[in-house]
């Protein structure tokens, strides 16, 4: 696949997707949400994909929305509909990473504001480097956190901190991030790529099903009384405990040996 505005490859089970406009510190166009989508095609319908890791080129993830941007233009002297603009990229794109078919790992290398963060969160895990940090940019321009800000912020960090990220728009290093549990883990700038590929191995090498039902049933759990979300459980363990997966796992446990799963 020839893209503009991303890198993508598949090795080893491992999706690769990195944005790719450096000298725009990564900022999402109308252009990259595109090549994402097709991106996100691939990975949804290709079995040998068991894990994807989102990352971004250069000392960025991904400032956000371009502003720049032509989606983002006055049209007759009128500002743009921006709503629009959510509805049609940004919102599919969280819900597509929700619901991807393999685990997803945002490898944050760099800053990452806005929607760039939004991104990042909507991952199953994410890790920074020291030097990374996060940033709700948003009022500082007369905008509310989007791409699912004002969702993950609170179920992540609590309603004070979210509170406090979303109005103050101070920068948040990435190793108090992890320590107020917005982040998976912070990680040494110098380890950083080591510690990523280790996880995307890892993942790759897991039972895909079973992880992709386990990130099910968590997002699940808010909207559930304990009674629901106990049938909820019932119901993937039902499905999981017929899978090829579970009978490897319990053979290899038997076995005293490691287990090779093939992801169904």
């Known amino acids: 696949m020839n893209f503009e505005n991303i890198l993508f490859t598949v090795e080893g089970g491992v999706a690769r997707l990195t944005l790719n406009r450096p000298d725009k510190l990564n900022s999402f166009t109308g252009a990259m949400h595109a090549e994402l989508r097709t991106a996100l095609d691939r990975i949804q319908s290709d079995k040998s994909i068991r894990v994807l890791?989102?990352?971004?080129?250069?000392?960025?993830?991904?400032?956000?929305?371009?502003?720049?941007?032509?989606?983002?233009?006055?049209?007759?002297?009128?500002?743009?509909?921006?709503?629009?603009?959510?509805?049609?990229?940004?919102?599919?794109?969280?819900?597509?990473?929700q619901n991807l078919r393999v685990p997803t790992i945002a490898a944050v290398n760099g800053i990452a504001a806005g929607a760039g963060a939004s991104v990042a969160l909507a991952c199953d895990l994410c890790l920074a480097t020291q030097s990374a940090s996060f940033l709700q940019a948003f009022s500082k321009i007369g905008l509310i956190p989007d791409t699912g800000g004002t969702w993950f912020l609170p179920q992540r960090v609590g309603m004070a901190r979210a509170m406090g990220l979303a109005l103050l728009a101070d920068k948040l290093p990435?190793?108090?991030?992890?320590?107020?549990?917005?982040?998976?883990?912070?990680?040494?700038?110098?380890?950083?790529?080591?510690?990523?590929?280790?996880?995307?191995?890892?993942?790759?090498?897991?039972?895909?099903?079973?992880?992709?039902?386990?990130?099910?049933?968590?997002?699940?759990?808010?909207?559930?009384?304990?009674?629901q979300q106990l049938s909820f459980e019932g119901s993937f363990m039902r499905e999981l405990g017929w899978s090829p997966d579970y009978a490897e796992g319990v053979k290899a446990f038997m076995e005293k040996r490691a287990p090779k799963f093939t992801g169904e």
């Open 53 to 97: 890791v989102l990352t971004g080129a250069g000392r960025a993830f991904s400032a956000g929305q371009d502003l720049a941007d032509p989606d983002m233009a006055m049209v007759d002297g009128k500002m743009p509909d921006i709503g629009n603009v959510v509805e049609a990229n940004y919102k599919p794109l969280i819900l597509r990473l």
């Open 174 to 227: 990435a190793e108090k991030a992890a320590a107020w549990g917005l982040i998976w883990e912070c990680v040494a700038d110098a380890e950083f790529a080591a510690r990523v590929d280790a996880l995307a191995a890892q993942l790759a090498a897991a039972p895909t099903k079973a992880l992709v039902r386990t990130r099910q049933a968590m997002h699940a759990a808010p909207g559930h009384t304990l009674e």
